[in-house]
């Protein structure tokens, strides 16, 4: 994968995949620290313990129709390769949520590339649930949650003209980013 | 207005029932991007950017859009399934943005299937 941005989908979709309603994305940025942490939170119907200790191998998968399961190996691999880890935390019925944390600065870490892409392709290709994105930095927080943006429009779906092109509008203030 | 007509009636009946099915939403034309580990490696969400866009030009109601997982098919992705009501579905393959917009204007608006791009029917 070229960008962060695109393990966060492709995770994400796991979760949309799980039955997930509301997926909660965060992307913290510590300077300090030198380290950049990202988290994407389901509440979909969570991994079966038996599931999670092969979870990362990627030569299982709970699918037929191949017979490898790529996505959380690359992800932990990307991770580890830049000075970081991640971890998996699944309540069977509650949720999971994949966290994944580099160096900053690592010189193989993927730059964070076009999340306002892939939270438009996960709002569009997911219109009923709901998606939360906190991107953290020293500049700040800036949040976008699709709820509140339903909210403003009566509740409106996501996929009505008005509300969606309001949502772009929102997304201009996420920039492409290393 | 004068005296109504059956032809009339049919021309009402016909509107009428038109309107509610947009209003249902029912779905003529649905597209799925599939995106898997394997697609999204290879450029869905550019795909899927591609044809949020079009979409967004479009005025017509009853084409859905969607996301599912991986067809199997990992090494001709990203792959697009457009299936339109009556018709077989069609598998493409090998997409990016621009053969998105061709596929969009070309098949699902007009109609006409295109084979340059096409993996498999049905």
Same mark, same amino acid.
């Given at each position: 994968?070229?960008?962060?941005?695109?393990?966060?989908?492709?995770? /994400?979709?796991?979760?949309?995949?799980?039955?997930?309603?509301?997926?909660?994305?965060?992307?913290?940025?510590?300077? /300090?620290?030198? $380290?950049?942490?990202?988290?994407?939170?389901?509440?979909?119907?969570?991994?079966?313990?038996?599931?999670?200790?092969?979870?990362?191998?990627?030569? %299982?998968?709970?699918?037929?129709?191949?017979?490898?399961?790529?996505?959380?190996?690359?992800?932990?691999?990307?991770?580890?390769?830049?000075?970081?880890?991640?971890?998996?935390?699944?309540?069977?019925?509650?949720?999971?949520?994949?966290?994944?944390?580099?160096?900053?600065?690592?010189? !193989?870490?993927?730059?964070?590339?076009?999340?306002?892409?892939?939270?438009?392709?996960?709002? %569009?290709?997911?219109?009923?649930?709901?998606?939360?994105?906190?991107?953290?930095?020293? !500049?700040?927080?800036?949040?976008?949650?699709?709820?509140?943006?339903?909210?403003?429009?009566?509740?409106?779906?996501?996929?009505?003209?008005?509300?969606?092109?309001?949502?772009?509008?929102?997304?201009?203030?996420?920039?492409?980013?290393? | 207005?004068?005296?109504?007509?059956?032809?009339?009636?049919?021309?009402?009946?016909?509107?009428?029932?038109?309107?509610?099915?947009?209003?249902?939403?029912? /779905?003529?034309?649905?597209?799925?991007?599939?995106?898997?580990?394997?697609?999204?490696?290879?450029?869905?969400?550019?795909?899927?950017? /591609?044809?949020?866009?079009?979409?967004?030009?479009?005025?017509?109601?009853?084409?859905?859009?969607?996301?599912?997982?991986?067809?199997?098919?990992?090494?001709?992705?990203?792959?697009?399934?457009?299936?339109?009501?009556?018709?077989?579905?069609?598998? %493409?393959?090998?997409?990016?943005?621009?053969?998105? $917009?061709?596929?969009?204007?070309?098949?699902?608006?007009?109609?006409?299937?295109?084979?340059?791009?096409?993996?498999?029917?049905?």
């Amino acid at each position: 994968m070229k960008e962060l941005a695109l393990h966060i989908l492709d995770v /994400a979709e796991n979760g949309i995949t799980a039955g997930a309603d509301r997926i909660c994305i965060t992307v913290k940025q510590d300077p /300090a620290e030198n $380290r950049l942490e990202i988290s994407i939170a389901d509440n979909g119907r969570g991994v079966p313990e038996d599931v999670m200790k092969r979870i990362t191998d990627p030569f %299982y998968t709970t699918r037929t129709t191949r017979r490898v399961g790529l996505g959380l190996s690359l992800f932990e691999n990307t991770a580890r390769r830049c000075g970081g880890s991640m971890t998996i935390d699944s309540e069977p019925g509650q949720g999971t949520r994949v966290t994944a944390t580099f160096v900053h600065d690592h010189i !193989d870490r993927p730059p964070l590339g076009d999340m306002a892409g892939t939270l438009m392709t996960l709002i %569009y290709s997911n219109p009923e649930g709901d998606l939360v994105y906190r991107r953290q930095s020293g !500049d700040g927080e800036i949040v976008i949650d699709t709820k509140q943006v339903r909210k403003q429009f009566n509740n409106r779906p996501i996929t009505d003209p008005d509300v969606f092109r309001h949502l772009m509008k929102q997304m201009e203030q996420i920039k492409t980013e290393r | 207005m004068g005296k109504m007509t059956i032809d009339d009636l049919k021309k009402i009946k016909e509107q009428t029932s038109e309107e509610t099915s947009l209003r249902h939403g029912a /779905a003529n034309v649905k597209i799925t991007v599939h995106m898997g580990t394997c697609g999204i490696a290879a450029g869905a969400r550019e795909v899927m950017n /591609a044809l949020m866009a079009e979409m967004g030009q479009t005025e017509r109601q009853d084409i859905r859009v969607m996301a599912s997982a991986c067809l199997g098919m990992c090494s001709s992705e990203p792959n697009v399934t457009v299936a339109v009501e009556g018709e077989e579905p069609i598998v %493409y393959q090998h997409m990016d943005a621009n053969k998105m $917009r061709q596929v969009f204007r070309r098949h699902v608006l007009e109609g006409e299937v295109q084979t340059d791009f096409a993996l498999a029917r049905g």
